[in-house]
């Protein structure tokens, strides 16, 4: 069965306090991986793909990279606007999103 | 260029009433999805439509869940009666044809007392 771990559930910094989320994922045949970032009452917004190990992709602060079984989503001196909930998902090939349960980032000035 | 719009953006009913709500996805994008999220989970699939074909609505609750998709662009999502457990967001996504990649709405917060 798909699945997506995401670690940790919530995570506190201060401002400039750099860091690393993790999503793990078991998945027969990866079609690529996804971050989201949401904010409260708002929908999932679309950040980044990764379709094979050893890719990166950056933007601003973010850093996202993947492996063979995990993905990071590396934080470099984060903001206050950087407080959101961080998902990530996988697709394998249904052409929908398995989701894990998300990273709440609090980035405190 | 607009996003993805729902309507209404909250909805509050009681028990066993029926709800409906909609979606307009990006202008050219011929999938459609809704997910249900729940507080403190990430989305999961309702339904996904390829134009007006739904080709995969296996996580849809039959029972009391119903959608459409007519003329492949905006689509209704239907619960009739609702039930106290049916409380979530239920969000509405768009991708390109030949994308994996899925842009969501503001979605539905939906309170059944």
């Known amino acids: 069965e798909d699945q997506v771990t995401q670690s940790p559930e919530a995570l506190r910094l201060q401002e400039g306090e750099s860091s690393s989320l993790n999503c793990s994922y078991t998945?027969?045949?990866?079609?690529?991986l996804f971050w989201y970032r949401q904010d409260p009452g708002k929908g999932p917004e679309f950040l980044f793909t990764l379709y094979s190990a050893g890719e990166e992709k950056e933007k601003e602060r973010l850093k996202a990279t993947l492996t063979k079984k995990e993905s990071f989503l590396h934080i470099t001196a984060p903001k206050p606007e950087d407080s959101a909930t961080y998902l990530c998902?996988?697709?394998?090939?249904?052409?929908?999103?398995?989701f894990g349960s998300g990273t709440r980032l609090q980035v405190q000035p | 260029e607009a996003g993805v719009v729902q309507s209404p953006r909250y909805k509050i009913i009681e028990k066993k009433q029926p709800v409906a709500f909609w979606c307009n996805p990006i202008s050219g994008h011929n999938t459609l999805y809704w997910y249900l999220q729940n507080l403190g989970q990430g989305p999961e699939l309702l339904i996904r439509y390829e134009n007006e074909e739904a080709v995969d609505d296996s996580q849809l609750p039959k029972d009391r869940f119903s959608a459409e998709r007519l003329k492949g662009v905006d689509s209704t999502l239907k619960i009739q009666p609702a039930e106290l457990g049916d409380s979530a967001v239920y969000l509405c996504?768009?991708?390109?044809?030949?994308?994996?990649?899925?842009?969501f709405g503001p979605g539905t917060r939906l309170t059944v007392t």
């Open positions: 996504a768009s991708s390109p044809a030949g994308s994996y990649e899925q842009y």
């Open positions: 998902a996988i697709e394998t090939g249904r052409r929908a999103l398995t």
């Open positions: 998945v027969s045949g990866l079609r690529g």
